[in-house]
């Protein structure tokens, strides 16, 4: 729930993907979920929930490297820029958010509120994750294994 409304078949694959790159799977794993496009736009606080900002990307309020995506599962790559269309610039619900002071921009981001945009620097690892409560990637790992 974490990471919003990822149906079973979605986050089964994207473990799957992540047991295929070299490296630590749990690390991947997290690394590919942090890469999505409503993930992204949720941690640069331009919303206040993972469930806004699935639904503010499906309504193509959002450009990446200046194309208009509407996917929240599109996978960003390092350095790709991500702005808000020019509409969604005066929505309450994104002003509001920018307001907001409860939780921090990760340093895998950079946001820059005055365009509006942000940066995607690089792909975290678990420990850079601003979780609320204490993930446990192996177990998910543990259980997609069988």
Known sequence: ?????????????????AKRKKGD?????IGLLESRLDAFIYRSK???TIFASRQFVSHKHVKVNKKTVNIPSYTLK???VIELESSAKKFPIVLQALEKR??????Y????YSSFQS????VPTLKEVPFPVEMKPSLVIEFYSR
Do not use: C, H
């Not at 799977?25 to 794993?29: M, V």
């Not at 981001?109 to 820059?112: K, P, Q």
């Not at 940066?119 to 690089?122: D, G, R």
């Open 25 to 29: 799977t749990s690390e991947n794993l």
């Open 119 to 122: 940066t995607f620097l690089k």
């Open 109 to 112: 981001i950079n946001a820059d």
């Open 46 to 48: 331009f919303v206040s």
């Open 1 to 17: 729930m974490y990471y919003g409304d990822i149906r079973e078949k979605q986050f089964k694959a994207t473990y799957i993907k």
């Open 78 to 80: 390092v350095n790709d």
């Open 102 to 107: 409860d939780r921090e921009v990760p340093e």
